[in-house]
C-alpha cells in the first residue's frame, strides 16, 4: 500500500547540532571515508555513485554482467548477497570471486545482504544483528578491500511495522562491525522497505552516524511510491545536505507497485547535488515486477526503456559517471558537466560582434512542476573577460538552484554572472551554466540577452 510523505517534524536543526559536535574524519588512505556529508575514495577524490543494482545471489551464474554494466558506463554495482538465512549462502570464495570481479571492471563493490528484507513484517527476514554475524565470517575476505568495497549492513531491514528500533540496532550493528575489524565505510538502509515515510531515518540519522567510531557511515533511501514528486524528492535528500550527513539513492526505479516515483527529478536533483545513485536492477525481477529489468535477460544490447533512460538518458550513467580515482580514471567534476555536447568548431557561422556574446536557452528535462535548464554562453569575433546573460520568466517560472554561475533573481527577471573560472573566453569559445527551476502551467522558454566584458 502506498504510504504518503507527511508534514516533516523539527528536528533538523538536532540533526545538524548533532554531527557538527562529533565533526567529520580526515580521509582515511586505507579506503573510503566520508567528510562534510560527501563520499571521498583512497586518493581523497569525492567519489559519486552513478551505478545499478545486480541480483547476484539469486543469478550467481551471470559473472558477465560486471563487464556489462561497467561498458554502459558505471562506476559502481550493488551486489545482492545473501547470509543463508532465507536463500542460498554466498560463501566467503564466491564474495571474494564477486570483489575480484567488480575490481577486474574498475567498479566500485557495494555489497548488501538481502536476508533483513522486511524484518519485522515479513516472514523469515532476519535481524541487523544475524547480518552483522555474516559480515564478520567474511572479515578475512574483506580485509584489505575498503578502496574498493562498501559495506551495506542489509537490505531494507524492517517494513512498516515494528521499526522503532531502527537506529538502536543500526548504532549497535555498526559498532560491532568496527570492534570486529572492518575499517571500510558503512551503508545503512532506512526502514519502511526502505523508503523512509515514517521519517525514522531522516529523524535519527545524526546519532547513528556518531554512533560510527569512524564517523565514516553512509545513509541508503530507497525511492518507489512513496516519491512520486520532486518537491518529496528535494525536500528528503535536502535535508541531509543540510546536516551535513552523506546520503545516496541506493534504490530507484522508473515505476512501481506502490506509485510511480519521479526518476527524473531523482536524477535531476542527484546530478545538480552531487549525490549518488544506483538504479534497480541489472535483470532477473520477478513477482510482478519485472518491468525494473534494465536488461532483457541479461543482454547489455537489449536495454529495456528503463534501462536506456538510465544508462542513456539525461543526467543518466553515460553523461553522468566517473570513474573511481583508485583505478585511475577521471575523477568526479566538482559541477554537473553539460547536458548538451559543446558546439563543433569553427564557431556559428554568423559569429557575435566584436567583443560581444550571444546566449542560447535550453531546457534539458522536465517534469511536473520542475525542470532543468542550460544557458550557453559564446564569444564573438574577439576574446572576452567576462559576461553577463538575463532574461525574464513570461510564465512565473522560478529558479531554485544553479551551478557555474553567480546567478540572482528579482521577480520574473533572473542574471547570471560569470564564476572566476568561466568568464574569460577566447574568440567563438562557449560557456555553460546550468539550473533546477519550477513551473505550473506552462514553461516557455524566454529570450536571453548577453553582454561582454
Known sequence: MKTRLSAAGATLLALLVTVLAFGQPAHAAAGFSVADGKLYDANGTEFVMRGVNHAHTWYPQQTSSFA??????????????????????NTNADVANVISLCKANRLICVLEVHDTTGYGEQSGAITLDRAVDYWLSLADVLAGQERYVIVNIGNEPYGNQNYASWATDNANAIKRLRAGGLTHTIMVDAPNWGQDWSFTMRDNAASVFAADPARNTVFSIHMYGVFDTAAEISDYLGRFRTAGLPIVV????????????????????????????????WSGNGGGVEYLDLATNFNPASLTDWGQRLFNGVNGIRQTAREASVFGGTPPPTTPPPTTPPPTTPPPTTPPPNGACTATYTVTNQWQGGFQGEVRVTAGARAITGW???????????????????????????????????????AGASASFGFLGSWTGTNSPPVVSCTAS
Open 68 to 89: 556489462d554494466v561497467k561498458a554502459l558506463g558505471a562506476n559502481t554495482v550493488r551486489v545482492v548477497l545473501s547470509s543463508g538465512d532465507r536463500w542460498t549462502r
Open 388 to 426: 553577463t546573460a538575463g532574461w525574464a520568466f513570461a510564465n512565473g517560472q522560478r529558479v531554485t538552484q544553479s551551478w557555474n554561475v553567480a546567478l540572482t533573481s528579482s521577480g520574473t527577471t533572473v542574471t547570471a554572472r560569470n564564476t572566476d573560472y568561466n568568464g574569460r573566453l577566447a
Open 250 to 281: 541506493g534504490e530507484f526505479g522508473f515505476n512501481h507497485s506502490d506509485g510511480n516515483p519521479d526518476e527524473d527529478a531523482i536524477l535531476a536533483y542527484s546530478q545538480a547535488n552531487g549525490i549518488g545513485w544506483l538504479g534497480w536492477s
